[in-house]
């Protein structure tokens, strides 16, 4: 790399200086870009349809989490601490037969010799005794017993809470997929064009050898089912069953002293924002949310640009199509400083493993009349100028100039191994704002899908620099 000075690399990590537009005309920087191979063309966040892949749970690392946790987005089988939001640890004590009989005893309402059962009984390692297990938190040593919460004779049984309004909850959801359906099914019968009537003999004619299709009985009853919907009478009732007015404070809240450690923080209560605890003990252990790996798809030709590996322990990906592996990377490298002339050093690098030839051009009016803030003159390197394969070994070696290139320009500075250094003259000068440039990147890329073939590609490209002079 050659030898600048402290200003070379002003703006290697700030993605905010070279911007790269999108098909619907969007700034946005290289790495925040995807590529489609069979559209040819970068797309943005807002040209990309993006869907959950799979879910999975961080603590258990569980790839399928059951039905009833998928639909709440959360595990069955890992809790948080109610109390620090840490991963609570499950703890295992032993319950011997006689230990058992009693507690047995004592829910049926017989009485028994010993005064504390779960005391007496529980830490004995008897063979035939009953294994418990209890949640605990092993960084603030919180635990279910101290909310009362009963051990259980499976880590399975230990449930989230439910809540008074699960039911109304549930009604709505149940309603708004039920409108839905209803919306979906009247948009597809507007798709469906009109069929052409025929005779009784024509139809007889043409199904002679063939059995009539019917309709599918299940649509049909899709189809009644959503034109029975009311807009207003489940939906008016299920509102209507909300408490609009809150629950009053007790008489003696002025006269109780208040102690500070029994009552529950602001993040303790938004842990579970259905129910809000107000005291330490109406604590509950709130299960584990669920992560999820997301696939993205091209909204041009609706192929796979992103696509993760189903492990939940795996970093990879089976597609990755980014903007990074195919369009060449442009950087700022030196800014003009003092009564120097008004030149930026632009760097542009090879992201592929064949040799580029690439040009620069002026901008098209779309683009122009899309920006908020008007460009500046530039000369523009004229010509066609060689970009060389990208070369780790040669990175590592600092090597300089190919033999193989022989292009000389003015407005090539320098070059190394898959990289190039131009020069961009300003015109105006007497400009004293924040610089931008704009200009048309015109670049060759190579199939990876058929047809196999060399094709060129321009993509709009804007540079930003800080005042000058």
Not at 233 to 258: F, G, N, Q, W
Not at 295 to 320: D, N, V, Y
Not at 390 to 399: F, N, R, T, Y
């Amino acid at each position: 790399v050659p030898s600048f000075d402290k200003m070379a690399y002003i703006s290697v990590n700030q993605q905010d200086r070279v911007l790269y537009a999108c098909s619907c005309f969007l700034l946005s920087p290289l790495g925040e870009l995807y590529f489609c191979r069979r559209c040819k063309v970068p797309r943005c966040q807002e040209c990309v349809a993006s869907a959950v892949d799979n879910l999975s749970c961080p603590n258990c690392v569980d790839n399928g989490p059951v039905i009833e946790a998928r639909k709440k987005n959360r595990c069955g089988r890992c809790f948080k601490c109610p109390q620090c939001s840490n991963t609570l640890s499950l703890r295992t004590s032993i319950l011997s037969n006689e230990g058992a009989n009693d507690q047995t005893k004592l829910q049926s309402g017989e009485t028994t010799s010993s005064p504390d059962v779960s005391k007496s009984t529980i830490g004995s390692r008897s063979p035939g005794g009953t294994k418990l297990y209890h949640l605990a938190c092993s960084y603030c040593r919180w635990s279910t017993r101290e909310v009362n919460i009963k051990d259980k004779r499976s880590p399975l049984d230990f449930k989230d809470r439910t809540s008074s309004h699960q039911k109304q909850i549930d009604d709505l959801i149940s309603f708004y997929k039920e409108f839905a359906n209803k919306d979906w099914m009247e948009r597809e019968q507007v798709k469906k064009p009109l069929r052409r009537v025929k005779s009784f003999t024509t139809s007889l004619e043409s199904t002679k050898y063939n059995a009539l299709k019917l309709p599918d009985s299940e649509l049909l009853a899709n189809i009644k089912h959503a034109g029975s919907i009311s807009t207003g009478s489940s939906l008016s009732e299920t509102v209507a069953a909300i408490p609009t007015i809150p629950d009053p404070l007790p008489d003696d809240i002025y006269k109780t002293a208040i102690n500070l450690g029994n009552i529950t923080t602001l993040e303790q209560r938004l842990l579970d924002p259905t129910y809000q605890p107000t005291f330490c003990y109406e604590l509950w252990p709130r299960s584990v949310h669920l992560i999820g790996k997301k696939l993205h798809r091209c909204k041009g030709c609706e192929h796979i640009l992103i696509k993760a590996e189903i492990s939940p322990t795996s970093i990879r990906f089976k597609m990755q199509q980014i903007a990074w592996h195919s369009i060449p990377q442009v950087r700022i490298t030196q800014l003009p400083k003092g009564d120097a002339p008004c030149e930026i050093i632009i760097s542009v690098s090879n992201p592929s493993n064949y040799a580029m030839d690439i040009s620069f051009s002026e901008c098209s009016s779309d683009l122009l009349s899309h920006l908020k803030e008007k460009p500046v003159k530039v000369i523009l390197p004229v010509g066609t100028f060689v970009l060389t394969p990208s070369d780790d070994v040669g990175d590592a070696l600092e090597s300089t100039d190919d033999a193989d290139v022989k292009t000389v320009s003015s407005f090539i500075h320098s070059r190394t191994a898959g990289k190039l250094f131009l020069k961009f003259k300003i015109a105006d000068e007497e400009s004293n704002d924040r610089v931008n440039i704009a200009c048309m990147l015109k670049f060759p890329y190579k199939s990876s899908v058929e047809p196999f073939e060399m094709c060129y590609i321009e993509v709009p490209v804007v540079i930003r620099t800080d005042k000058l002079g």
